[in-house]
């Protein structure tokens, strides 16, 4: 069935879906600040224009709320996801030349990089870093932490930064349609869901289905399974 999903009102903060109070969780106080990295690996050849790959970076992330938002509490100690500014975010490219690393150098420098910790209150909960082997061969690396996206928002934030990217090197119009709603319109609406009487009706329903009074093992005595 089509689910619509409108857009949520302008307010400071929003609360967050159980999948990210989940693993906000799991980051702030169960040792989980690294596990929740999902990463990517690209390979550039040909020229490369730093300075127009961190703009590329820069026009994405104003494009996707979640890519601005930090997860902090208010004043009544809720947590809650707030979302920057288009001027308040600021992403940075990290550029490493790294043309005379070894192999071995070459992995450990990606595996530190992969190991990066976020900082859920202050960071862009993305990172970029550029390998420059030599001046046509790059290695281009993604960090995004797993509380606002996956491993297919991944794969749509790799391709508009590409996209973008294209585009400003070659001086065109940055052709990408307009988003119809943003991850906050997604968690507004379920929260609701998940408040709502049709949810709980729904959820007793199952309760009831799943309940069941298992027999007692009668056991003879002497015998036991190996």
Same mark, same amino acid.
């Given at each position: 069935s089509n689910i619509s999903? %409108?857009?949520a009102k302008v307010m400071e903060s929003y609360p967050l879906t159980p999948?990210? =109070?989940?693993m906000w969780f799991t980051h702030e106080y169960l040792g989980g600040n690294k596990a929740y990295n999902i990463t990517s690996t690209l390979k550039l050849s040909g020229k490369l224009?730093?300075? !127009?790959?961190?703009?590329?970076?820069?026009?994405v992330v104003e494009r996707h709320e979640s890519l601005r938002t930090i997860f902090r509490k208010n004043q009544k100690e809720e947590i809650q996801q707030y979302i920057r500014t288009k001027e308040e975010a600021n992403f940075k490219l990290q550029t490493i030349v790294s043309e005379d690393s070894s192999v071995v150098q070459l /992995?450990?420098?990606i595996k530190k990089e992969y190991q990066k910790?976020?900082? !859920?209150?202050?960071? !862009?909960?993305? %990172?970029?870093?550029?390998?420059k082997r030599n001046e046509e061969e790059h290695i281009l690396l993604f960090v995004l932490h797993h509380i606002i996206g996956d491993g297919w928002s991944l794969q749509i934030l790799t391709r508009e930064v590409m996209l973008v990217y294209n585009s400003l090197? /070659?001086?065109q119009e940055i052709q990408l349609a307009e988003l119809s709603i943003q991850y906050k319109d997604y968690s507004? $609406? *379920?929260?609701?869901? *998940?408040?709502? %009487?049709? =949810? /709980?009706?729904? !959820?007793? =329903? $199952?309760?009831?289905q799943f309940e069941t009074n %298992?027999?007692?093992?009668?056991?003879?005595?002497g015998k036991r399974p190996v």
């Amino acid at each position: 069935s089509n689910i619509s999903i %409108s857009k949520a009102k302008v307010m400071e903060s929003y609360p967050l879906t159980p999948t990210q =109070y989940f693993m906000w969780f799991t980051h702030e106080y169960l040792g989980g600040n690294k596990a929740y990295n999902i990463t990517s690996t690209l390979k550039l050849s040909g020229k490369l224009n730093a300075t !127009l790959l961190e703009q590329a970076f820069q026009k994405v992330v104003e494009r996707h709320e979640s890519l601005r938002t930090i997860f902090r509490k208010n004043q009544k100690e809720e947590i809650q996801q707030y979302i920057r500014t288009k001027e308040e975010a600021n992403f940075k490219l990290q550029t490493i030349v790294s043309e005379d690393s070894s192999v071995v150098q070459l /992995h450990n420098q990606i595996k530190k990089e992969y190991q990066k910790a976020f900082d !859920l209150e202050k960071d !862009l909960l993305l %990172s970029a870093t550029l390998l420059k082997r030599n001046e046509e061969e790059h290695i281009l690396l993604f960090v995004l932490h797993h509380i606002i996206g996956d491993g297919w928002s991944l794969q749509i934030l790799t391709r508009e930064v590409m996209l973008v990217y294209n585009s400003l090197v /070659h001086n065109q119009e940055i052709q990408l349609a307009e988003l119809s709603i943003q991850y906050k319109d997604y968690s507004e $609406w *379920l929260n609701e869901k *998940l408040t709502s %009487s049709e =949810y /709980h009706n729904k !959820l007793e =329903y $199952w309760k009831q289905q799943f309940e069941t009074n %298992s027999p007692l093992l009668n056991l003879v005595p002497g015998k036991r399974p190996v």
